[in-house]
């Protein structure tokens, strides 16, 4: 079985802070692919980034940059200099790949931007 | 670009009684799904669909029933409908198992 721990339920930030949201995982495939969504006030899914096991780059995209460590099992996600509009519910989610594909989603972490 | 349709937005039911929430999406996705949102519990997956005449059950099937005629549509049944079903429903698609998943606007469901 798989499993995908969020241990921050809610993350309280000041604007222009930076802040990351931890995502640890558990999985006996060898092969998978981990996700970052997003789900503002608003309440839609919004997918962020998708990251196979075998590539281990960080990536970065505007303020969002991605941390894969397959030695400690995380995939965590920093926002550089937060804003307001990154108020939001971020959710992390694995999907084996092979069988049936089934994803599995973390609880999510409430990240609160105050301006 | 529609993407992922569901309706309705919003439904209160009465204890036991039934309903269909729709799903339809426009990308021609064979991979379908049905998720529940509770605070504090995350997407629990109920049912998925992989291609038109296959459905199988996720993590929390039971009191749902769902089929897959077409491509397009993935109707998630509530039989009965009980106070532990309220939840917040997202109907999701993508175009393969480790594809991203494309994510309708939800249905909030309450059941007095």
């Known amino acids: 079985a798989q499993k995908v721990t969020q241990a921050q339920t809610e993350i309280s930030v000041v604007e222009k802070e930076d802040v990351t949201l931890d995502c640890v995982y558990e999985?006996?495939?060898?092969?998978?692919?981990l996700f970052w969504y997003k789900q503002p006030p608003s309440g839609e899914l919004v997918f962020l980034i998708r990251?196979?096991?075998?590539?281990?780059q960080n990536e970065i995209s505007g303020r969002y940059s991605w941390n894969f460590q397959k030695s400690t099992s995380s995939f965590n996600f920093t926002i550089t200099a937060s804003q307001v509009v990154d108020s939001a519910v971020y959710f992390c989610a694995l999907t084996p790949s092979g069988g049936s594909y089934i994803p599995t989603f973390g609880r999510g972490t409430s990240l609160i931007v105050h301006p | 670009n529609a993407g992922v349709t569901q309706t309705p937005k919003f439904q209160v039911l009465k204890t036991g009684q039934s309903m269909t929430l729709q799903c339809a999406q426009d990308m021609n996705h064979e991979y379908m799904s049905w998720y529940r949102q509770d605070p504090g519990m995350g997407l629990r997956l109920i049912h998925y669909s992989v291609g038109a005449g296959i459905t199988d059950q996720g993590e929390v099937p039971n009191g749902y029933n769902v089929s897959r005629s077409t491509t397009e549509d993935f109707p998630l049944r509530l039989l009965s409908a009980a106070p532990s079903q309220t939840s917040v429903y997202f109907c999701?698609?993508?175009?393969?198992?480790?594809?991203?998943?494309?994510f309708g606007d939800g249905t909030r469901l309450s059941i007095l």
């Open positions: 990251r196979n096991s075998f590539d281990e």
């Open positions: 999985t006996r495939d060898t092969t998978y692919y």
């Open positions: 999701a698609s993508s175009s393969g198992g480790i594809q991203p998943q494309h």
